[in-house]
Nanobody, 123 residues
Framework: VQLQASGGGLVQAGDSLRLSCAANGRISSISGMGWFRRAPGKEREFVAAITWSGSNTDYTDSVRGRFTMSREKAKNTIYLQMNSLKPEDTAVYYC?????????????????WGQGTLVTVSS
């Protein structure tokens, strides 16, 4: 399984970006997908996740209300619509896939990781 993330870039504070992540390859099943991010000098952290069957979402507090995650099952693709971006959202964003159980906020529960896409928000 390969995860291909795209959509990162350089924007100003208050702008929007939409990240995409497509899962390709031999995919037996998907329980959920999500996004983590690593800001400069910080540890990687959970951002958002979505269940594949019911489309239930979970967001970390710092992005709730600004970020919206969705999925397109037919394309095995997820999206992260990021609005009202802040400089503290600057990070490399990684998409992840879980095929053994419901998506969680724990890195170790995800079997597959994308290569990351850089989001830079200037003030």
């Amino acid at each position: 399984v390969q995860l291909q993330a795209s959509g990162g870039g350089l924007v100003q504070a208050g702008d929007s970006l939409r990240l995409s992540c497509a899962a390709n390859g031999r995919i037996s099943s998907i329980s959920g997908m999500g996004w983590f991010r690593r800001a400069p000098g910080k540890e990687r952290e959970f951002v958002a996740a979505i269940t594949w069957s019911g489309s239930n979402t979970d967001y970390t507090d710092s992005v709730r209300g600004r970020f919206t995650m969705s999925r397109e099952k037919a394309k095995n693709t997820i999206y992260l619509q990021m609005n009202s971006l802040k400089p503290e959202d600057t990070a490399v964003y990684y998409c992840v896939l879980e095929n053994r159980g419901p998506p969680t906020r724990r890195e170790g529960d995800y079997d597959y990781w994308g290569q990351g896409t850089l989001v830079t928000v200037s003030s």
